[in-house]
């Protein structure tokens, strides 16, 4: 089923866009793409640069109104911005919704170790992920493509947290579906740091001339810092436990490291430690610097 959705104004997210709901032939789920297309410059004959926004329910807003200020600048690109989230206006539920579409499988041994055996569980589970770049690849892409022209070659991959695991996994398995990637926060810690285990092939193909991409990895430069906030569903003593286990910012410039150190043309790679920020404040920072990665010219 599909439906053109208009929304009454969201209690809890601030979106100004065409709305797109459908349930996917591919995992059976329900989505919602929200769509914000550039009016201020006429469409190159190529068609839009665009960015794909993971969690288009938390950080839509943030992305359109970053991107539109920056075009503002003769020499940043006015792109379309696709947020992909779900039919909700709840945070609670998107943040739910989106656990599976944003995991690889794992173990029920591995999830009662460590801290996210405290943590709560989802109510669709884990190991949606490779489904979802089915879904962006089979039915996002498409429906934006019938609703504006778009230039295959411009397309960003964006995404926070989860989101931002998500595109390391898409940058080092699914390397041909975007030109560039924009991981902010990426939770390389998850299942033992699983998605690492893709990174050698992915340099052997970097070696050999056969990627062609750029990446921004950044993180906030407090987010391996312990601060306990009261109230957070682990406790005291697992909050402690995720900041070491996570390792937050050493996973994310190492990374970043290993990835810059492969000094080939076909790939180019920057990493930034936003200061003063934790996990929680980072987006916009990240947004912004990503923005700005992908589309100045």
């Known amino acids: ?9 969201s209690s809890e997210m601030a979106l100004n866009a065409r709305v797109i709901d459908f349930t996917s032939k591919v995992n059976g789920r329900a989505y919602r793409l929200y769509v914000s297309i ?8 190529e068609g839009h640069a665009v960015v794909y926004l993971i969690d288009g329910n938390l950080h839509f807003g943030i992305a359109v109104d970053t991107a539109r200020i920056q075009a503002c600048w003769p020499d940043v690109i006015d792109p379309v911005v696709v ?42 589970g884990f190991g949606g992920m490779d489904n979802y770049f089915r879904v962006i690849e089979e039915e996002v892409k498409p429906r934006v493509e019938a609703m504006v ?10 995404g926070h947290s989860l ?10 398995r699914h390397t041909a579906m975007f030109q560039q990637f924009v991981a902010i926060s990426p939770s390389i810690w998850y299942n033992d740091r699983a998605v690492l285990a893709h990174e050698a092939a992915f340099s052997d193909r ?30 005291e003593q697992g909050f402690r436990d995720m900041t070491e286990e996570c390792r937050m910012v050493p996973n994310t410039v190492e990374l970043g490291a290993r990835l810059a150190a492969l000094a080939s043309p076909g790939l180019h790679v920057e990493t930034v430690v ?24």
Do not use: C, W
């Open 206 to 235: 970097v070696r050999a001339g056969e990627v062609k991409a750029r990446a921004l990895i950044t993180v906030g430069a407090l987010e391996s810092t312990f601060r306990f906030v009261p109230g957070l569903p682990a406790g």
């Open 149 to 158: 022209a778009i230039n295959r070659q411009e397309q960003v991959l964006m």
């Open 38 to 45: 550039p009016t201020r410059r006429p469409t190159p004959p």
């Open 1 to 9: 089923m599909e439906t053109a959705a208009t929304s009454a104004p």
């Open 83 to 124: 947020g992909i989230g779900y039919p909700t206006d709840s945070v609670s539920t998107a943040l739910d919704l989106r656990m599976i579409d944003l995991t690889t499988p794992i173990s029920e041994e591995r999830l009662n170790k460590g801290f996210i055996a405290k943590m709560p569980r989802p109510s669709e």
């Open 163 to 172: 989101g931002g695991l998500t595109t390391l996994h898409a940058l080092f």
């Open 274 to 297: 936003h200061e003063g920020d934790d996990h929680n404040m980072v987006p916009p920072a990240g947004i912004a610097r990503g923005v700005r990665f992908a589309f100045r010219r």
